[in-house]
């Protein structure tokens, strides 16, 4: 839905106000709201994630990274004020729950301590918590309401489309694996008489039980041989391999076929509903860019020094 953030962002940064923030510690300020150098750091971080050893990074490099991340928090920082004008601001009880939600995954106190391990703030995460949320609530109360899909656009889409419904003749197989031959028919048997997956597993510890659905031309060559004249409900003979012993049991056989224009309709709504939300959202942005006063620290605007720096370490190398 908002992955042309970034690309706003960027755009911003090179086009944009680029008057140098008063306070320290402000990279940005959006209607006069500043965006921290915390909040651009710890983004950075989680962009970053467990890239192995360190490697310092040129100034280039960074002031792309951070002006590309500035570019989302500028936007999201839009959002957040939106909503705010609509009288639909994230509240404190929602807020609260959605932390409540998020801490509820971890062990008591645990939730601080995972904070502290990989160095994040605890702040800048709830500022990131609160702006996720902004963003949810722009496209589910502000955005959503905008677009209507009518049945004859779907239905015109799907014919123009058709070969995207396609479904290709698939198999739904139960796999028992064992370590001996005896326990894998033991295995098929228990299955046949209770169709039970879980109560055969925990009958036959040693057996493996796995569910798959598998394209018929995606099938191994072995799997092909073993089922032939297999109908659904039947199991193949046992199967010798190099991890023990395995038979197949065919739970279902779906041909080929096309989704009827009923079947596919949810499909061509989701792919509808993101076009057409695209075109809204990319509306609301321009104008709202277009009207919004955004200065930018001088620091995250590409220099020539920069680009000089780069071309001179190469030909030193060289």
Known sequence: MFKNIVLIGLLLISVGCTSEPEEMGVVARVNGRPILLSQLEFQHDLMQGDGGSPIVPSVEKLRSEYGQILGDLIVQELIVQELEKLGLEVS?????????????????GAFEQVLIEEY???????????????VNKFYSQVLRPQVKIDYKEAERYYKKHISDFYLPASLKLLVLRGPNRQLVERGVEHYKANKDVSALTTALGEVSARELIVREERLPVSWVNALKGIEAGGSTPIISEKFGFESIILLEKSPAKVLSPTQAYPLVEEVLLEQKLRRVYSRWLEEKLDSAQIEISEHLVPKEDDHEAVEDSGNATS
Not at 92 to 108: C, G, I, L
């Open 92 to 108: 404190n009880e929602e807020f609260e729950k959605a932390e409540n939600q998020v801490r509820s995954d971890y062990p008591e």
């Open 120 to 134: 994040i703030d605890l702040k800048a995460w709830r500022q990131q918590l609160k702006y996720h949320l902004a």
